[in-house]
C-alpha cells in the first residue's frame, strides 16, 4: 500500500465506507509509516472533537473555519508531547 492509498482508506474510515481488509492494510502500513500514522491519528482526533462539538447544522465556510481552528489546536497539543 502506497502513502496515498493509505491516506485515502484513513479519509474513507473517518465515514466508516472503509473494508476491513482495508483497514487491516492501513494498520500494516502506519506500523512502518510514520507519516501516515500521524496523519490517521490527527484525523481520528479531528473526528471525535467534530463529534464531541455535536454541531448539527454548519454551512461549509465555518465548517472550513472550524476544521482550521482544530488543525491548530491538535498541533498545539503535539507540540506539548
Ligand atoms: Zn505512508
Redesign the pocket.
Known amino acids: 500500500m502506497?502513502?496515498e492509498e493509505?491516506?485515502h482508506v484513513c479519509d474513507k474510515a473517518q465515514y466508516n465506507e472503509s473494508t476491513f481488509l482495508e483497514r487491516l492494510k492501513l494498520r500494516i502500513?502506519?506500523l512502518f509509516?510514520d507519516?501516515?500514522k500521524k496523519h490517521t491519528i490527527d484525523n481520528h482526533k479531528l473526528t471525535e472533537t467534530i463529534k464531541k462539538s455535536n454541531i448539527v447544522c454548519l454551512d461549509s465556510k465555518s465548517k472550513s473555519e472550524m476544521k482550521k481552528c482544530l488543525e491548530k489546536e491538535i498541533k498545539n497539543q503535539n507540540a506539548k508531547h
Open positions: 502506497s502513502c493509505a491516506s502500513h502506519i509509516c507519516l501516515c
